[in-house]
Nanobody, 124 residues
Framework: QVQLVESGGGLVQAGGSLRLSCAAS????????MGWFRQAPGKEREFVAG????????DYADSVKDRFTIYRDNGKNTAYLQMNSLKPEDTAVYYC?????????????????WGQGTQVTVSS
């Protein structure tokens, strides 16, 4: 069992930056693939970024490539999402998720554990 708690969301102007954190409980964090997803009002939850257990592989949605960076610190049981050059269309609730299997996948139903989400609002 893994419990995930996101933090770091907030209100930022377009062009600004935020760093989201996802703190995980449990000793097996280092074995999980981690993902970040987001959900805007009236839209489906969508994949943003993923990282393998050893940080050897990452994947990003086209909409955030070159602006967002996912990374993790297994010693701190924490995953991060650094978001730069934010746009109003990045406004959403952001969720972190953990997956027992080693491959990074984009479907939310492929992930086993979820945090409660943190709101990110980007004003124009």
């Amino acid at each position: 069992q893994v419990q995930l708690v996101e933090s770091g969301g907030g209100l930022v102007q377009a062009g600004g930056s935020l760093r989201l954190s996802c703190a995980a409980s449990g000793r097996t964090f280092s074995s999980y693939t981690m993902g970040w997803f987001r959900q805007a009002p009236g839209k489906e939850r969508e994949f943003v970024a993923g990282i393998s257990w050893n940080s050897g592989n990452t994947d990003y949605a086209d909409s955030v490539k070159d602006r967002f960076t996912i990374y993790r610190d297994n010693g701190k049981n924490t995953a991060y999402l650094q978001m730069n050059s934010l746009k109003p269309e990045d406004t959403a609730v952001y969720y972190c998720a953990a997956r027992k299997w080693s491959s990074i996948v984009t479907g939310p139903y492929e992930y086993d554990y979820w945090g409660q989400g943190t709101q990110v609002t980007v004003s124009s």
